[in-house]
Nanobody, 125 residues
């Protein structure tokens, strides 16, 4: 079975930082594309960032330079560094893995085959 498990969420004051992690198991290779999404209550998941196997990244318009996506190829772990967090960043954050490349673009939800269970991020004033 292929599993993705997020961690690193929690409560933080506005302007603070968090680093989310995504541990991947069940793959015999590094996936061509990994992504991070977020979901507000009652809303659809929206794309936050993506990274391909060569390190090419793409971010949602709301990020505005505040987040950085990365991956550790030797440990099969993906990361999302979140800085200057805003109240409106409060959401459940999910990692995802796709089987096709995503260089230079930010795929939508249907592109990704595998998903983690999510980790909650709560930003307060």
């Amino acid at each position: 079975q292929v599993h993705l498990v997020e961690s690193g969420g929690g409560s933080v004051q506005a302007g603070g930082s968090l680093r989310l992690s995504c541990e991947v198991s069940g793959y015999s290779y590094n996936t061509p594309c990994m992504g991070w999404f977020r979901q507000f209550p009652g809303k659809e998941r929206e794309a936050v960032a993506s990274i391909d196997s060569g390190g090419s990244t793409k971010y949602g318009e709301f990020v505005k330079g505040r987040f950085t996506i990365s991956r550790d190829m030797t440990k099969n772990i993906g990361y999302l560094e979140m800085n200057n967090l805003l109240l409106e960043d409060t959401a459940m954050y999910y990692c995802a893995a796709g089987l096709d490349g995503c260089m230079g673009w930010l795929p939508t939800r249907s592109f990704f085959r595998y998903w983690g269970q999510g980790t909650q991020v709560t930003v307060s004033s």
